[in-house]
């Protein structure tokens, strides 16, 4: 009989409890506690969750990451609560991200507020996309998706169907939501494929002028 270990129980214990040494009543789920360390002793979910999430990150990496979320303008103090960091190191952070173009400062009577860069993160979602493989598919299915709506509804665009006389239902305002997220995604993806594109023509005509350098031919 082999007795060699399986390779996916190579790092099991080395010694195994024998018949004595096992309980006589079999466990039950209150026997077991699946959180025991830092978090121990932490009841509510979101403290838990907001305790694990300071334990794997940085407070600079949550405050980008709340940041990437920010849409509409917070106060430093609103994000710092959420980041689970000082109020002052949010504040310093984010006018740091501010100076990368990464946040955008607006300042008011009432305060001071931040916001994630809308051209910024737009510019690195569509960068993102460029390095799909299938940009193509995913943009023949966005069209046919717009197709869809267009012969479904005998309209070209969903803001026609918005200002129309005609009553729309739930099911129908919820066609057009989706339908406009189609129209949005397809020119994302198009700027994409742009991009990739000129990324390709740059990179062939890179390659041919390192042969052309490299030639033996062309040495003088």
Not at 110 to 121: A, E, I, V
Not at 166 to 186: F, G, P, Y
Request: charge should be negative; glycine fraction near 4%.
């Amino acid at each position: 009989m082999d007795d060699s270990i399986p390779e996916d129980e190579s790092n099991g214990p080395d010694v195994y409890p024998t018949g004595n040494e096992l309980p006589d009543e079999e466990f039950s789920p209150d026997d077991i506690a699946p959180f025991v360390g830092k978090t121990s002793g932490i009841s509510d979910i979101n403290e838990l969750a907001t305790a694990e999430w300071k334990e794997s990150t940085t407070a600079d990496e949550r405050i980008r990451a709340v940041l990437k979320r920010t849409v509409s303008a917070k106060t430093a103090h609103e994000i710092a609560d959420t980041a689970a960091v000082s109020e002052t190191k949010a504040r310093n952070a984010l006018n740091s991200l501010a100076e990368e173009g990464l946040a955008c400062i607006e300042r008011t009577e009432s305060g001071t507020t931040y916001r994630r860069d809308p051209d910024r993160y737009l510019i690195e979602q569509i960068h993102r996309l460029s390095m799909a493989d299938d940009l193509v598919d995913r943009i023949q299915a966005a069209k046919g998706e717009i197709a869809d709506y267009r012969e479904r509804y005998d309209t070209d665009a969903p803001n026609e169907l918005l200002v129309s006389d005609r009553t729309l239902t739930a099911e129908e305002l919820t066609d057009i939501s989706h339908w406009r997220t189609a129209v949005r995604d397809l020119e994302y993806l198009r700027a994409a494929y742009r991009i990739q594109q000129a990324k390709r023509r740059t990179s062939t005509s890179s390659l041919e002028t390192l042969g052309e350098n490299s030639d033996p031919a062309s040495a003088g």
